[in-house]
């Protein structure tokens, strides 16, 4: 009988140790599903300000940009095919848009730590490689992608200025052709501010992202 004792209470101190392991376990997960998949900014929500570092060591916010009229944010890397698949139209939407008010603001969001390719220097290389004429900012932290709520690379979120607030017209994917420019019939993000600049409403205002999923501290 003593013998039984101890086991039942072995057996029930190792339900309740299960049970604690259980609950950390689970409260884990919750913690990084809430990283993952928090809700972010809709269309017509203001999108905050922010400060991040830049390729070139300077820090940089969208207030610095004083005569601009919105901004193309894109949150990008070095290291996803998706995103090296659309660094050139990158590059030429900053070129045809940023005279018009509306220049391109690059975020690499992915943790280092998990994708060694999308470190500071590796930036700072890619960068010159491809001759970037826009700011590479680094989300250091991870703070800046949830608020957004962007899941890939690359995202885009398309802002316009109204009474001093940067206001979301449009959210998602660059193109429909993540693989051949050549074979694009919907440009998404060019449209959006096509109509901006003549003062229209965009008419696609949301599309799915295509890429590769941010990478997240573990």
């Keep these: 009988m003593k013998n039984l004792k101890i086991v039942m209470t072995a057996f029930i101190v190792g339900l309740g140790l299960l049970s604690f392991t259980a609950k950390d376990d689970d409260k884990n997960i919750r913690q990084k599903e809430n990283i993952l998949f928090v809700k972010g900014y809709e269309v017509g929500d203001e999108a905050t300000d922010f400060k991040l570092k830049n390729i070139d060591g300077k820090m940089v916010s969208l207030s610095d940009f004083k005569s601009a009229k919105g901004f193309i944010v894109v949150f990008t890397c070095n290291h996803c095919p998706y995103a090296k698949k659309y660094e ?42 491809k001759g970037f004429t826009f700011p590479y900012l680094v989300d250091e932290g991870q703070k800046i992608y949830p608020q957004y709520g962007a ?56 599309t799915v992202a295509i890429g590769c999923t941010i990478k997240v501290k573990k």
């Design 88 to 129: 050139d139209r990158i590059i030429e939407l900053d070129k045809k848009y940023k005279t018009q008010g509306y220049p391109v603001i690059a975020i690499n969001p992915n943790d280092p730590n998990v994708q060694p390719e999308d470190g500071y220097q590796q930036m700072i290389e890619r960068a010159k490689q």
């Design 151 to 206: 899941t890939k690379t690359p995202h885009v979120f398309v802002l316009k200025k109204e009474n001093g607030k940067n206001i979301v017209k449009y959210i998602g994917a660059i193109d429909n052709n993540y693989d051949n420019p050549n074979d694009v019939s919907e440009y998404y993000a060019q449209d959006a501010v096509n109509a901006l600049i003549k003062g229209e409403p965009v008419k696609m205002t949301k």
